[in-house]
């Protein structure tokens, strides 16, 4: 601690699931900075009638995983990418987007957040904070905390996009993206009992109107 002054103690997975939020927070931030970084999770066509589309979700699960690692600053934190946390006989384990785990010292069982990411369009997005993150990956596993990261895309240069070539645009269930920060910050609250605790996040990946390269 004393040689990374910057560097956070999580000591129980409350204070690591604080960790993670704040620097999704400073992520968010990233995102809207003055060199956008939000172009790093979109792929767009060369010339000047340029078409835009979301990565997919793999790659925006790899691209938050660096940028967690460079801002979570602390010994014995570790980022996880598709960790397998349940193997179940004859089948492929359960994996998660993302797996933040701290090592307390002393203690044999490690701190673990998990973290569910998801693209705006997905069909099952209003429900799978429940059925995927709460009740597969928390609950089956004995784990507590765990984010609900959706990644917003929603904006004016994807709307143009013929929706033959990415039929992703006319899938997302909100009009606006406080809509969807409302409706996950209140399911998060619903579910948020006994032990369990969970974050809903919506961070803002969309394209600025005047965005130009």
């Known amino acids: 601690m004393l040689r990374h002054p910057k560097a956070r103690f999580a000591a129980e997975a409350e204070d690591l699931l604080e960790i993670v939020v704040e620097a999704l ?19 767009y066509s060369v010339g ?4 835009y589309s979301p990565k997919d979700e793999n790659d925006i ?3 938050l995983k660096r940028r967690l690692e460079e801002s979570i600053v602390a ?3 570790v980022i996880g990418r598709e ?34 990411v998801k693209g705006c369009w997905r069909p099952e997005l209003k429900t799978s904070m ?9 609950r089956n596993n004995f784990y507590t905390h765990g984010v609900y990261l959706v990644g917003w895309f929603r904006c004016a240069q994807w709307e143009k996009t013929d929706v033959k070539r990415d039929y992703r645009s006319g899938a997302v269930p909100f009009e606006q993206i406080s809509e969807a920060e409302e409706y996950f910050s209140s399911q998060s609250k619903a579910l948020s009992e006994d032990r369990i605790r969970v974050r ?14």
Not at 27 to 42: C, F, G, K, M, N
Not at 90 to 106: E, F, I, N
Not at 200 to 213: A, F, H, K, R
């Open 48 to 51: 000047r009638d340029r078409v």
């Open 130 to 138: 429940e059925t995927q993150l709460v009740n597969r990956y928390l």
């Open 25 to 43: 927070e400073k992520i968010q931030l990233q995102l809207r900075a003055e060199t956008l970084a939000v172009s790093e999770v979109w792929n």
């Open 75 to 77: 010994s014995g934190i």
């Open 61 to 63: 699960a790899n691209w």
């Open 83 to 116: 960790v397998e946390i349940r193997r179940l006989p004859g089948a492929t384990g359960q994996k998660t987007d993302l797996y933040v785990s701290a090592t307390r010292p002393g203690a044999r069982e490690k701190t673990v957040v998990v973290i569910e």
């Open 200 to 213: 809903g996040i919506v961070l803002d990946m969309s394209l600025p109107n005047e965005l130009e390269y």
